[in-house]
């Protein structure tokens, strides 16, 4: 007495294929939405955690610990000050930090930041579980006029070895100053890392100073032109750099250090932990994740909802089926089944439709978000918060599919055989 | 079941429906004998849906007692007399009896779904008896591929008729199943189902407010004769 019900639920919606295609749709998108914003907060996450790992401390003028993590690693956002060179000496100098590596910013090129640092930025800076950077073609900076490009910067302008590129004052863009009097040559192409290294156009330090000897104000000042031979004479040593990544030779010493750093006399500067000030921007956003989340969660209510109104509104048209349906022996309980049946097909058929939704726009989007906003998504198969989701999702459709059973139910027991029009 | 019961007997039967004031359906006797075709005349709005709906155990009586094929209709739970009637009754109504997303054939078979024992009286398998009775109802194969709605309503009508038949029920209702067609029309098919009804042996029940219809049966009833209720509304 099983048998056909499914074959009568599949066959009245196949018959009604437009309507039950655009429910689906409606749910689809619902759920598309759902599982994309998780997607997005999850990935988010995880390609932020792996951005810095091996370093113990970061030091920054003083502001915020999350604005001087941001700038720092994430190049979002700028720096409101400078830190003097000779502060960075003396703390390098701190018989517990065992390495120090500078970083300046402010320059780019094409709309890549350009960092310059020191070459020790290659030996210690780690990603992921504790993984170096790997050179995919050449070597590190070594003269002046040298730059390592990473593999976002190169892959987007097909850059290699030996090609001379020219680095923009400022953030770049129209009418911005350029520093064409001094090109540099690419030495060297880093694999990829998922990091904002990969969007990175890395120099020395002394570069930074160089490109800078004869502006003043963010411009270049007339009349001065040094040719680049002439600019190895001077004396390259930065004044102030923007922040540095420290590590220590114990990781027990971090708290000391860092009351170290931030009690410093000759300047206000700030030390914070990369991990704990993660922590703190995530419990900062959290309220935002989850007032997407509950945005998209009533994105799904309404798909849910629409469902219900097509199922609920498609019984008036037909009474006469479920009459006749009751004439041969259908009962009320199997009427309701069939109803619920119906709902629950479109509802598991709107989830997968919604899942090769967000997989698709993941496969599609995934490499515009990566160049633009240095997100990588992974289009893999779904986690177990996603299954989580879909399975509250199905839940929750299966609840609402009792609606339109639960009506055809009164109204096959209020009608009988008899059909009333 | 027991063979020597009428296909139908009430037993002052009394049926109010819900909210409704006085009782439409009053029946102190009414038997409908095994093999018997009997015509049931009465006008719109008389009851002899409700009666229909009664004899199918789809509503039960307020009083009085309902036997169908010897099986009392009190004594059954809901579930038992929705088996009950898959099992033993064929329906046949007067407009859009068929699901218009199947085809005619996959209506004919529709009920040997429901029901287990209708399956396996249709020999030698549903879909051959399907073809059998549609080919005396003389409907081609064609016909009957095409979905429910696209038929014509004598088309229907016959598909219909071919799905109250198969899995040879012992009780056939009609209600008012000619009054969409044309006399020459009504008279073909009125002569194809009393045919088809005998053969199978199964008992039929019309109904109908067109005494016209009365002289084709062997016998003929007026609702109010045996109905001391006229619940016109
Ligand atoms: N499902 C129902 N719920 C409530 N009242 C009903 C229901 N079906 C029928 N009635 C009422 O019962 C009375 C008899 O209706 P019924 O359908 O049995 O008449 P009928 O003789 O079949 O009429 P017709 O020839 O027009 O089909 C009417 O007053 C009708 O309003
Ligand atoms: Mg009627």
């Not at chain 1, 953030?171 to 990175?200: C, K, M, Q, Y």
Request: charged share 20%.
């Amino acid at each position: 007495m099983r048998a056909p019900l499914w074959h009568l639920a599949w066959r009245s919606l196949a018959n009604r294929s437009l309507t039950v295609a655009l429910t689906v749709l409606a749910v689809a998108i619902s759920v598309a939405m759902l599982l994309g914003v998780e997607r997005l907060r999850q990935d988010a996450r995880e390609g932020f955690a792996r951005t810095v790992s091996g370093t113990d401390l970061i030091v920054g003028a003083r502001s915020g610990p999350v604005q001087l993590l941001l700038y720092s690693i994430f190049h979002l956002g700028d720096a409101t000050n400078n830190v003097s060179w000779r502060s960075l000496q003396s703390i390098a100098a701190h018989p517990q930090v065992a390495w120090l590596v500078p970083l300046s910013l402010g320059d780019t090129h094409r709309g890549f930041r350009v960092v310059g640092t020191s070459r020790a930025f290659f030996e210690h800076y780690r990603h992921g579980r504790g993984r170096t950077l790997a050179f995919e073609q050449g070597r590190a900076f070594d003269g002046v006029f040298e730059a390592v490009v990473g593999a976002e910067v190169a892959a987007r302008h097909g850059y290699v070895p030996g090609q001379r590129i020219v680095v923009s004052h400022g953030a770049g863009g129209l009418g911005s100053a350029e520093h064409d009097d001094r090109p540099f040559t690419i030495t060297g192409v880093l694999a990829r890392s998922g990091t904002p290294v990969d969007r990175s156009v890395l120099v020395s330090l002394e570069a930074i100073e160089a490109i800078h000897l004869n502006w003043s104000g963010g411009v270049r000042m007339p009349g001065l032109d040094l040719p680049a031979e002439r600019i190895e004479r001077f004396d390259l040593t930065p004044k102030a750099v923007t922040a540095a990544l420290v590590g220590l030779k114990s990781r027990t010493a971090v708290f000391s250090v860092q009351r170290h750093v931030n009690d410093f006399r000759d300047e206000p500067l700030l030390a914070i932990l990369p991990g704990a000030t993660l922590q703190q921007l995530w419990s900062m956003l959290a309220i935002a994740e989850r007032a997407l989340l509950a945005v998209s969660a009533l994105v799904v209510v309404a798909g849910l909802a629409a469902l219900v109104a097509v199922m609920v509104a498609g019984l008036n048209e037909r009474r006469r089926e479920l009459a006749i349906l009751r004439a041969l022996g259908a009962g009320p309980g199997r009427i309701f089944v069939l109803l619920a049946l119906e709902s629950q097909f479109i509802a598991v058929l709107g989830c997968a439709t919604g899942l090769a939704l967000v997989h698709t726009g993941i496969l599609v989007g995934a490499p515009w978000l990566e160049a633009r906003f240095g997100l990588e998504l992974q289009a893999g198969w779904p986690g177990s918060s996603e299954w989580r989701m879909l399975a509250f999702v199905l839940l929750a459709a299966a609840v609402a599919s009792l609606v339109p059973g639960w009506r055809a139910w009164r109204q096959s027991l209020a009608e009988g055989m008899t059909i009333r029009i | 079941m027991v063979e020597g019961h009428p296909a139908v007997r009430f037993r002052d039967v009394v049926f109010r429906w819900p909210g409704a004031g006085r009782p439409c359906i009053d029946i102190p006797a009414f038997e409908l004998a095994r093999g018997d075709q009997v015509f049931l005349q009465g006008p719109s709005g008389s009851g002899k849906s409700t009666l229909l709906s009664l004899v199918g155990g789809v509503v039960l009586p307020e009083r009085g007692g309902i036997t169908v094929l010897g099986v009392p209709m009190e004594r059954l739970g809901a579930q038992a007399r929705d088996r009950h009637r898959a099992a033993h009754i064929g329906f046949i109504f007067q407009l859009f009896n068929l699901i218009p997303y199947l085809s005619g054939l996959d209506n004919i078979v529709l009920p040997c779904r429901f029901s287990q024992q209708r399956a396996r009286r249709a020999q030698p398998s549903p879909r051959e008896e399907a073809l059998r009775l549609a080919g005396c109802l003389d409907l081609d194969s064609h016909t009957l591929r095409r979905p429910a709605a696209e038929l014509s309503v004598g088309q229907q009508q016959r598909v219909a008729a071919a799905r109250a038949l198969i899995g040879r029920p012992e009780l056939i209702i009609a209600d008012e199943p000619t009054s969409a067609l044309d006399a020459g029309r009504q008279r073909v098919f009125l002569d194809l189902l009393l045919e088809q009804c005998a053969e199978a042996g199964s008992s039929l029940l019309f109904v109908s407010h067109d005494e016209r219809l009365a002289s084709r049966f062997p016998s003929a009833l007026r609702l109010d004769e045996i109905n001391r209720a006229g619940c016109f509304a």
